[in-house]
């Protein structure tokens, strides 16, 4: 695999950081030869995240991946370890859908050794944008706050039982983020009484949560996993929908407004999460 990756970094002026890992559905041609026609299908695509979160917050920095997460999955271990053992789930370099469908022609799925190139090619610069932007905004703000975008579709039997929450909130059961960016953002989605919202449910956040959200040093990190049927069409070719999109941002707005404003009051600084 010759191709190279370079993540796409916009740089703001907030404490703000907005990660996108999952919205890109670039696949190198070695790649997608190799795909069945689940996998060229690309269903599990965070489908238009950027336009979700487009504007919301001008200032917050945005950092995505053009490579789709059949390719590897930017929201995963390195190491390979499950964020959710004795569930369902997808790894590293997924095998299957979210469905339990596989996803490469027989014969045609990675090496260990190809999982540990695509690792280095396009999983590493990720996180390594990342890691430079949110030690850039601690630097200047004195704090620094992972918000972690994610959409996925409503009913995925493989993966959860029934109708998704339209909000699932992740901060690893409060151990990510200070106790009020949790509180923020639960009492933004809630006060929506149209749609559910949960809190470490399915979705606890992934490995990028898990992995830069370290209060104790400035760094806090949330994820937020939201329902695609409040937003799009949840079937191919997978059209936004703009009048259920405007209220979800109207909301997303809500919550990204009020952890900047927290974040730049200095209500973060000295806050640790209950451990």
């Not at 996108?20 to 060229?40: C, F, K, M, S």
């Not at 979700?52 to 991946?65: E, M, R």
């Not at 994610?150 to 339209?166: A, D, K, M």
Request: glycine share 6%; proline share 7%; with cysteine.
């Amino acid at each position: 695999m010759a191709c190279s990756f370079s993540p796409l970094i916009k740089q703001g002026d907030s404490p703000i950081v907005l990660a996108q890992p999952h919205g890109g559905t670039d696949v190198p041609l070695a790649i997608w030869e190799r795909l069945n026609p689940a996998g060229q299908a690309l269903t599990d695509t965070d489908w238009h995240i950027n336009r979700l979160y487009d504007g919301l917050l001008p200032n917050a920095s945005v950092i995505q991946t053009p490579v789709h997460r059949y390719v590897i999955d930017a929201n995963r271990d390195p190491a390979g370890v499950s964020l959710y053992p004795g569930q369902n789930t997808t790894t590293l370099c997924p095998l299957t859908d979210f469905d339990g469908n596989r996803i490469y022609l027989d014969g045609q799925e990675p090496s260990e050794d190809e999982v540990e190139v695509r690792r280095a090619a396009f999983h590493a610069p990720y996180h390594e944008a990342i890691a430079e932007e949110l030690e850039r905004v601690r630097q200047k703000f004195g704090v620094a706050v992972l918000y972690d975008c994610h959409s996925i579709r409503s009913n995925i039997p493989f993966l959860f039982e029934g109708e998704l929450p339209v909000f699932n909130i992740g901060t690893n059961v409060g151990q990510t983020c200070a106790p009020v960016i949790e509180q923020i953002t639960v009492d933004v989605c809630s006060a929506d009484t149209s749609v559910e919202t949960v809190v470490n449910a399915r979705f606890k956040g992934g490995w990028t949560t898990r992995h830069y959200g370290k209060p104790e040093t400035g760094v806090h990190a949330i994820q937020m996993e939201t329902a695609q049927r409040a937003y799009m069409f949840e079937q191919s070719p997978w059209a936004y929908a703009p009048e259920r999109a405007d209220r979800t941002r109207a909301t997303l707005k809500s919550i990204l407004t009020q952890l900047e404003a927290q974040a730049l009051a200095g209500s973060f600084s000295n806050a640790t999460p209950d451990r």
